[in-house]
């Protein structure tokens, strides 16, 4: 698995999770140059060319950001990987406070921010595209 900095290619490529699978709209027409533009992403690539995830932060204002991540189908075998290499991009990002949404039955999503040092913070109504709640993780650097 390789380590790019986020391109549009890669999110038009990226074959989402079952539990994304209700963001592949927002990967249509000019949305993923402007994801690229507008923040810090980078992308896993594993040895067979496919996208495994694109993740970044996108800056709030100084010191907060938001974490975003779109995940493959085939990330699973790569978990490991992928959360190691996750976790090094949120040590050296220059945001004292990172914010991420998790879908509130998405356990996996759950226990991954745990994994990641993130802290519940509550949940947000009706937050998701599609208009169904999240619970909001943060992590801070003290």
């Not at 923040?39 to 995830?53: F, L, P, R």
């Not at 999503?109 to 909001?136: I, K, S, T």
Request: net charge neutral; charged share 25%; hydrophobic share 40%.
């Amino acid at each position: 698995m390789r380590i790019e900095p986020l391109s549009p290619d890669h999110l038009r490529k990226i074959q989402l999770h079952d539990s994304q699978q209700y963001l592949a709209g927002s990967l249509n027409g000019s949305a993923p140059e402007k994801v690229v533009m507008i923040g810090d992403g980078y992308s896993a690539i594993d040895d067979h060319g496919e996208v495994i995830y694109c993740a970044g932060v996108l800056p709030v204002w100084p010191g907060r950001g938001i974490a975003w991540a779109y995940i493959s189908m085939h990330a699973c075998r790569h978990m490991l990987k992928v959360t190691r290499s996750v976790r090094r991009y949120l040590e050296i990002t220059p945001h004292r406070r990172i914010e991420a949404a998790v879908d509130v039955g998405f356990e996996e999503g759950h226990r991954w921010m745990r994994l990641l040092d993130f802290n519940h913070e509550g949940r947000l109504e009706a937050y998701a595209p599609d208009g169904h709640d999240v619970d909001l993780y943060a992590r801070i650097k003290r």
